[in-house]
């Protein structure tokens, strides 16, 4: 059973960065498609971004294309999201999912088969 760990949310102001890690615990990521998801309260799932395990795909929704990118760090088979220029509406908990899928295909709105618990981004003054 593959499980996920995200890390690197906390509270930034608007206009700041930060870098979300995902991790498997005893496995490596390197077969799986990798989905970022958020969730605000009172609204729904949002699939914001994915790469392939073969790394040359990736896609973003329209509403972080430009200020967030995904991109894998083999060396340590984590998955990271650099989240720019931050807003208030990107305050939500952050998911990371994992599919085996073909190699050089990712699907931002799924399915995943394995979720990490979720960490947190509060963008705030």
């Known amino acids: 059973q593959l499980q996920l760990v995200e890390s690197g949310g906390g509270l930034v102001q608007p206009g700041g960065s930060l870098r979300l890690s995902c991790a498997a615990s005893?496995?490596?990521?390197?077969?799986?498609?990798i989905g970022w998801f958020r969730q605000a309260p009172g609204k729904e799932r949002e699939g914001i971004s994915c790469?392939?395990?073969?790394?040359?795909?990736?896609s973003y929704a329209d509403s972080v294309k430009g200020r967030f990118t995904i991109f894998r760090d083999n060396a340590k088979s984590t998955v990271l999201l650099q989240m720019n220029s931050l807003k208030p509406e990107d305050t939500a908990v952050y998911y990371c999912?994992?599919?085996?899928?073909?190699?050089?295909?990712?699907?931002?709105?799924?399915?995943?088969?394995?979720w990490g618990q979720g960490t947190q981004v509060t963008v705030s003054s």
């Open positions: 999912a994992a599919a085996r899928t073909l190699f050089t295909h990712c699907a931002r709105d799924g399915p995943y088969a394995f």
């Open positions: 005893g496995h490596t990521l390197d077969y799986y498609a």
């Open positions: 790469v392939s395990a073969s790394n040359d795909t990736t």
